[in-house]
């Protein structure tokens, strides 16, 4: 075997074996190895056997897994793949064990199954989708009423979203950022592949092969955002004696029991139930999703991507795309850029919140058509509804302001590094009301301020102060109380469910549509901004960057500019923690005209082992909205 890795000044793996196969071996090996905790938390996560090595913490993550089948689905899905695509995924694994035996991990038994990488991929973002924003409406709705229900429309907190945009020209230029939540070591591992079918540098999930995502592959480059599109469904079920009430009646239900092993800690007996519809993730209610049903995931795309060398090449890969819904932007070095929206989204009746299962009108009847089409000038894809687009797709969707402010950087000719960096924050309803409030110096100072979520700004700091403590009052007004009763849910969704969450983040959303959803919320409005004015003119004036900072083990404690619905996502939850909580987990210049112009860079760094000199090497750069070479200087 002919293998060579090579590591640029920031430790990036550029990799490159004699064959496709080879190459996949080599990308395992080295994920393995940069990264081995991270991958076996990964396998754990998605055999739902994580509390078996990490303790009790772990055991209700444990039974999501298990109710939801992300193990039994990932068998199906590689059952079904095509002799290559099987071929180089069972390379990839084989690295992947070569890797963990000569770097072993604490609890871990090293051996991964030719299916992993699908279960690991697939375990990460099943609940990227949108059936916990179900379980929340359903909240919602039964305590405080379907009125209140927009008051809370908005992108999902710790859940999907991005900037992408594409400026045609020669030559094209594609750029963006993935938001998700933090993590150490970080999602996405820069990573370059090349052998002698195809170069390729990108942005690559450890535990998963290729590039999926985002790619630069000399020619043609390619990103995604999260379409905001709704493909997941709860069904309430309707179970007795080994049966559930279908459309067509009562159905045969399958029914076994598995045991969780925990670590210090009696096993936790789990009972896994599956209807026609899905598994019941929690009592009463399943959940039905694309790849189950179709028994594919979309690894079928993942090696037509690195061996792309046109838009249309990248466009026909993602015709094989399933789950999650993406919006694609990909340019090639002829100019051409082209979009589209890669996946599957079920045709049926709204089923924004749980509904019966036995209500013929809510059961699929086939897929929705994915639009797509030429980009003339440029296109900013940032997670909003876009009518002609993703508008009738979804239903949660993030704000316009991200995608508005990137479009009139782009207008006036902003080089796409800096719209990365940019920190400016509309917040227009937020002033709204602070405008009807009584002249203070809090009130007076906010409202002369530009905006600007800058980390070294005590303006921008005021303004964070008086938001958060007016989140906290809304969320204590008798008005919202009722959404603190018990879900009913399993309390493994309490994480989508916290009322105080919720409000934080679609703060804006709250207000503006207390007169409709909560009159007597709306009512005191006026007297909560006063208090939460009052309560910021007693404290001490700060910066936004002393309190809105990266906080992670190992990793200096660094201010950060930026905000939830900044470009410059650096989102926190306000009224709960000022901490970045989630945000950029990538940037990336993708260059056509000269792939060594292209830039990125990650939040921590190219490694995953503490005490490297990788391992959060890229924080500094990240924090100030600066890039590295693709190819290391």
């Known amino acids: 075997m002919s293998v060579t890795l090579r590591r640029d000044s920031y430790g990036v793996p550029h990799l490159w074996g004699d064959t496709v196969e080879e190459l996949a071996y080599a990308q395992g090996h080295n ?13 754990w996560s998605a055999e739902g056997t994580a509390a078996a090595r990490l303790g009790p913490a772990y055991v209700a993550a444990d039974r999501f897994a298990r109710r939801a089948r992300i193990a039994d689905t990932a068998r199906r899905c590689h059952a079904r793949l095509d002799a290559t695509t099987r071929s180089w995924l069972a390379s990839y694994v084989d690295g992947v064990n070569a890797g963990l035996a000569e770097t072993p991990v604490e609890h871990g ?137 279908g459309a067509d009646g009562w159905e045969p239900v399958t029914v076994h029991s598995e045991l969780i092993e925990v670590r210090g800690a009696d096993d936790v007996p789990t009972r896994i139930v599956e209807t026609a519809r899905g598994p019941l993730v929690d009592d009463g209610l399943s959940l039905r999703v694309p790849c189950r049903v179709e028994e594919r995931l979309g690894f079928e795309a993942l090696l037509p991507l690195l061996r792309a060398k046109t838009a249309d090449d990248v466009l026909t890969a993602l015709d094989h795309w399933v789950e999650p819904v993406n919006s694609v932007l990909v340019a090639d070095t002829t100019g051409a850029v082209r979009w589209r929206v890669a996946g599957l989204v079920p045709d049926r009746d709204d089923t924004s919140r749980p509904v019966p299962a036995w209500e013929p009108r809510f059961a699929w009847r086939g897929y929705r058509p994915m639009p797509g089409g030429p980009v003339e000038g440029s296109r900013v894809n940032a997670n909003e509804r876009r009518a002609g687009d993703t508008a009738d797709l979804g239903t949660d969707f993030a704000p316009p302001h991200r995608g508005e402010r990137i479009r009139a950087l782009l207008a006036a000719g902003t080089a796409s590094e800096e719209v990365h960096a940019d920190a400016w924050l509309g917040a227009t309803v937020l002033r709204g009301l602070l405008a009807r409030q009584p002249p203070s110096p809090p009130r007076d100072r906010i409202l002369a301020w530009d905006g600007t979520m800058r980390a070294d700004s005590t303006d921008a700091g005021a303004f964070a102060a008086w938001r958060a403590a007016l989140a906290r009052r809304l969320a204590d007004h008798p008005a919202i109380a009722p959404l603190r009763r018990p879900t009913g849910f399993d309390p493994y969704f309490d994480q989508w469910t916290d009322p105080a969450t919720r409000i934080g983040v679609a703060l804006e959303a709250v207000v503006a ?121």
Not at 35 to 42: A, D, I, T
Not at 578 to 587: E, F, K, Q, T, W
Request: aromatic share 8%; hydrophobic share 45%.
């Open 109 to 245: 038994d090293g051996h991964w199954a030719e299916w992993t990488p699908l279960a690991v991929f697939l375990a990460r973002h099943l609940v990227f989708g949108t059936f916990t924003n179900k379980l929340w409406r359903a909240h919602v709705a039964s305590t405080l009423g379907a009125a209140a229900l927009p008051m809370f429309v908005r992108e999902e907190p710790f859940g999907p979203g991005s900037n992408a945009w594409a400026v045609a020209g020669d030559p094209p230029v594609i750029a963006g950022d993935p938001h998700r939540t933090l993590e150490l070591p970080g999602v996405y591992q820069q990573v370059g592949l090349a052998c002698p079918e195809f170069d390729v540098v990108g942005l690559a999930f450890p535990g998963v092969p290729g590039v999926p995502h985002f790619g630069h592959a000399g020619s043609v480059a390619w990103a995604i955002t999260n379409a905001s599109a709704d493909y997941q469904d709860l069904y309430v079920e309707d179970v007795r004696d080994g049966h559930a009430r």
């Open 513 to 633: 549509g207390a007169a409709a959803g909560l009159p007597a919320l709306a009512a005191d409005l006026d007297a909560l901004a006063a208090a939460a004015l009052a309560e910021v003119a007693a404290t001490r004036p700060r910066a936004w960057g002393e309190t809105h900072v990266l906080d992670f083990p190992g990793v200096p404690v660094t201010p950060l500019s930026g905000d939830n619905d900044c470009v410059c996502a650096a989102g926190s939850v306000p009224g709960v923690s000022d901490r970045c909580l989630r945000g950029p987990v990538a940037r990336y210049v993708w260059d056509l005209g000269d792939r060594a112009a292209s830039r990125w860079v990650v939040p921590f760094g190219a490694s995953g082992r503490p005490g490297d000199a990788h391992f959060c090497d890229q924080t500094p750069l990240w924090a100030a909205g600066r890039l590295i070479p693709v190819d290391g200087p």
């Open 31 to 43: 994920a393995a190895t940069d990264r081995g905790r991270q991958l076996e938390l990964g396998r």
